[in-house]
C-alpha cells in the first residue's frame, strides 16, 4: 500500500467526519422555524420583525455546519496533505 | 507504508473530528434564533435590545466552534506534527 | 512504520477528539443567548444585569472548551510523547 | 513498531476521548445561565443570591470536566503505563 | 509487538473512553443549578433550603461520574489486566 493512497483514503473518512457538524444547525435552525411559525401564529402583525429575526438568528446558525463543508471541500479539492 | 503518509492520513480524520464541535454552536444559535423570534412577536417595541442580546450571546457560543476550526486548519495547512 | 510516526499520528486524531468538547459550551451559551434575549424582551430595564448574568455564566460554560483546546494544542505544539 | 511507541499512540488517543467529558459542563452551565439570567430579570433585587447559587450549581458540574482534564494530563504527563 | 504492550494501548483508550460518562452529571447538575437559582429568585427567604436539596441532587447525580473517573485510575494505576 502506497502512502498517498491512504492519504486519500483517510481524507475521504475526515470529510465526511466534517459534515456531521450539520446536525446541529438542522436541530437549531428547525427550532427556530416553529418557535417563529408559533409566534407569527400569534402576533400575525408583527410577521415581518419574526421572520427577519429568525433569520437572521439561523444565518448565525448556520456558520458552524458551512465550515464543516468547507473543511471537507478542502479536503477533497485543495488537499494540502498531497504534498 | 512510510510515517509521514500515516500522519498526514490521521491529520485528514482529526481534521473532520474536530468540526464536529460545531453541532454545539449550530443547536445553540438556532435555540438563540427561537427565543428572540417569539420574544420579538411579543414585544416589538424592544426589537433593537433582544436582537443585541441575541447576537451577544450566539457570538459567544460560536468560539468554541472557531476553535474546532482552527485546530482543523492548523492540521491541514500548519501541521506541527510534520517535523 | 516507525514508532514516532504513530505517536503524532494519534496525536493528530487525539487532538480532533479534544475539540468536541466544544459541542457542549455552543449549545449551552446558545440557550443563555435565548433566555437573555426572553428575559430583555420583557424586563428591557433590567437589560444591564441580565446581560452582566448571561455573559458570567457562559463564561463558566466556556471552559471545558477551552481546557479540550489546551489538550489539543498540547498534542500539536508541546507534546510530551514525543520523548 | 514498539510496544512503548503504540502505548504513547494510545495515550493521545485516551487523552482526546477524555476531554469529550467536557460537553456535559458546558451544556449545564449554559443552561444554568440561561435561568440566572431570566431569574435576574424577574427579580433585580435578588441578583447577589441568583449569582451566587447558579455559580455554587455550576461549580459542581464542573467536578466531571475537570476529572477529564486530570486523566488526560495524566496520560501525557505522568503516564504510569509506561512501566 | 508484545502482548503487554498491546493490554497497556488499550487501557490508556478505554480511561479516556471512561471519562465520557461525566457528560450525564455535567448536563443534570447544571439543569440543578439552573433550577435552583430559579427558585432562589421567586423565594429568596427559602435560599437555605433550596441550595441544600440542589447540591444533595447534585452529589448522588455525581455518582456516575465518579464511577467513570475510578475505573480510569483503576485502568492506569492498579491494572489487574496486566497479570
Not at 483514503?9 to 422555524?33: E, V
Not at 417563529?36 to 455546519?65: C, F, N, S, W, Y
Amino acid at each position: 500500500m502506497d502512502g498517498l493512497s491512504l492519504i486519500k483514503a483517510a481524507s475521504a473518512i475526515g470529510a465526511g467526519l466534517a459534515m456531521i457538524a450539520g446536525i446541529g444547525a438542522g436541530i437549531g435552525q428547525g427550532y427556530a422555524a416553529g418557535k417563529g411559525a408559533e409566534a407569527v401564529g400569534k402576533q400575525p402583525e408583527a410577521q415581518g420583525d419574526i421572520v427577519r429575526t429568525m433569520l437572521l438568528g439561523a444565518a448565525v446558525a448556520e456558520t458552524t455546519g458551512i465550515y464543516g463543508l468547507v473543511i471537507a471541500l478542502i479536503l477533497l479539492f485543495a488537499n494540502p496533505l498531497f504534498g
